[in-house]
């Protein structure tokens, strides 16, 4: 009998030496980054249950986190943030960032010469100024920069906006045709994707130190073959873009976008490096329809509603791991 505390106390060390040895292999801690778009306010609202859940560090808005654009008006687009007001957990997102896309821009697929776009920014910062912890933002659009220091790594998160200065976009000739659904390439070098000021902004951000850098487009960068909104319908813009992160100060590079009601995983190799664009869209809008595959694309597209959590641990980015309505992962790709 007197052994029998003895013997537990001995289970105890055991025990304790175990969990020792785990922590000495290495087992790292991590920072888990969400990412989504495409959240509609009038339809359910359960995702963002999941999301609040599975223990974020911070979450990007990649666009069309509300839908206005139909029948735009300041009392649409107030009511449209109001009611996702409503639905998100801000208290367990950590930080966060946002850029914007086209629905709560205010106009499908609008650029520069949408006339209530001022109406749309004042309301924007409205919503997201006093939530984001951005280090500098714009006063004629909604790009911004914040740096965040993630386990020992200084990270920078660069939010383009792709809407306010983007220039006419060329129609397809035939609607619905694969790979030219709505647009062809505009070979017009006097339409511009940023704007200058922006450019000239993005560029200084890019010669900032960082050892990771995460840019956030509403559109999508890399993915080419198919005719809807990307950066390929400005092919000269697209170009300036990849020229300029080759040119980046240094740091690894990791592109994320929104947009396609769809997840997945974009590569290219270009000049001597490879550029990696993860898509997270369709928090309750995805296109479940869709056996898109593009030439660019690593493995199928997630076709339901879902958001993306990116891992960056102490070796750097880590993986993506995409969830369902439910918090279940779907899939998931290693990064490093």
Same mark, same amino acid.
């Given at each position: 009998?007197?052994?029998?505390?003895?013997?537990?106390?001995?289970?105890?060390?055991?025990?304790?030496?175990?969990?020792?040895?785990?922590?000495?292999?290495?087992?790292?801690?991590e920072t888990r980054i969400g990412l989504g778009s495409c959240f509609n306010q009038e339809k359910n609202h359960s995702i963002w249950n999941a999301i609040g859940d599975v223990g974020l560090d911070g979450f990007l808005f990649l666009g069309d986190n509300v839908y206005a654009s139909r029948g735009f008006s300041r009392d649409r687009l107030m009511s449209a943030y109001a009611r996702a007001d409503a639905a998100i957990p801000w208290d367990r997102l950590g930080v966060i960032q946002a850029t914007w896309d086209d629905h709560d821009f205010g106009q499908n697929d609008?650029?520069?010469?949408?006339?209530?776009?001022?109406?749309?920014?004042?309301?924007?910062?409205?919503?997201?100024?006093?939530?984001?912890?951005?280090?500098?933002?714009?006063?004629?659009?909604?790009?911004?920069?914040?740096?965040?220091?993630?386990?020992?790594?200084?990270?920078?998160?660069?939010? /383009?906006?792709? $809407? =306010?200065?983007?220039?006419? @976009?060329?129609?397809?000739?035939? +609607?619905?045709?694969? *790979?030219?659904?709505?647009?062809?390439?505009?070979?017009?070098?006097?339409?511009?994707?940023?704007?200058?000021?922006?450019?000239?902004?993005?560029?200084?951000?890019?010669?900032?130190?960082?050892?990771?850098?995460?840019?956030?487009?509403?559109?999508?960068?890399?993915?080419?073959?198919?005719?809807?909104?990307?950066?390929?319908?400005?092919?000269?813009?697209?170009?300036?873009?990849?020229?300029? /992160?080759?040119? $980046? =100060?240094?740091?690894?590079? @990791?592109?994320?976008?929104?947009? +396609?009601?769809?997840? *997945?995983?974009?590569?290219?190799?270009?000049?001597?490096?490879?550029?990696?664009?993860?898509?997270?869209?369709?928090?309750?809008?995805?296109?479940?329809?869709?056996?898109?595959?593009?030439?660019?694309?690593?493995?199928?597209?997630?076709?339901?509603?879902?958001?993306?959590?990116?891992?960056?641990?102490?070796?750097?980015?880590?993986?993506?791991?995409?969830?369902?309505?439910?918090?279940?992962?779907?899939?998931?790709?290693?990064?490093?």
């Amino acid at each position: 009998m007197v052994l029998y505390p003895f013997a537990v106390g001995v289970k105890k060390v055991r025990w304790l030496f175990f969990i020792l040895w785990i922590h000495s292999l290495g087992v790292a801690a991590e920072t888990r980054i969400g990412l989504g778009s495409c959240f509609n306010q009038e339809k359910n609202h359960s995702i963002w249950n999941a999301i609040g859940d599975v223990g974020l560090d911070g979450f990007l808005f990649l666009g069309d986190n509300v839908y206005a654009s139909r029948g735009f008006s300041r009392d649409r687009l107030m009511s449209a943030y109001a009611r996702a007001d409503a639905a998100i957990p801000w208290d367990r997102l950590g930080v966060i960032q946002a850029t914007w896309d086209d629905h709560d821009f205010g106009q499908n697929d609008g650029g520069a010469s949408f006339s209530q776009k001022s109406l749309s920014l004042s309301l924007f910062w409205q919503f997201f100024g006093p939530r984001m912890e951005a280090t500098q933002v714009a006063p004629d659009g909604v790009y911004n920069v914040n740096k965040r220091t993630i386990e020992g790594h200084e990270v920078q998160f660069i939010a /383009l906006d792709t $809407r =306010s200065f983007r220039g006419r @976009l060329k129609p397809t000739l035939v +609607r619905n045709k694969p *790979g030219a659904e709505r647009y062809m390439p505009n070979s017009d070098t006097d339409q511009s994707m940023l704007g200058e000021a922006q450019w000239k902004w993005f560029e200084e951000q890019l010669q900032a130190p960082a050892d990771i850098r995460i840019v956030m487009s509403s559109i999508q960068v890399i993915a080419e073959g198919h005719g809807w909104e990307r950066w390929g319908n400005l092919p000269h813009e697209r170009k300036r873009l990849l020229d300029l /992160l080759r040119r $980046r =100060s240094q740091g690894d590079l @990791l592109l994320v976008s929104g947009d +396609r009601h769809i997840g *997945g995983v974009y590569q290219i190799e270009y000049a001597g490096e490879r550029f990696t664009e993860i898509t997270s869209s369709g928090l309750n809008m995805a296109w479940t329809r869709s056996d898109e595959y593009l030439p660019n694309q690593i493995g199928v597209p997630v076709r339901e509603d879902h958001f993306a959590v990116l891992s960056i641990d102490n070796g750097g980015l880590d993986k993506v791991v995409w969830h369902d309505n439910k918090g279940s992962p779907i899939t998931s790709f290693k990064l490093n």
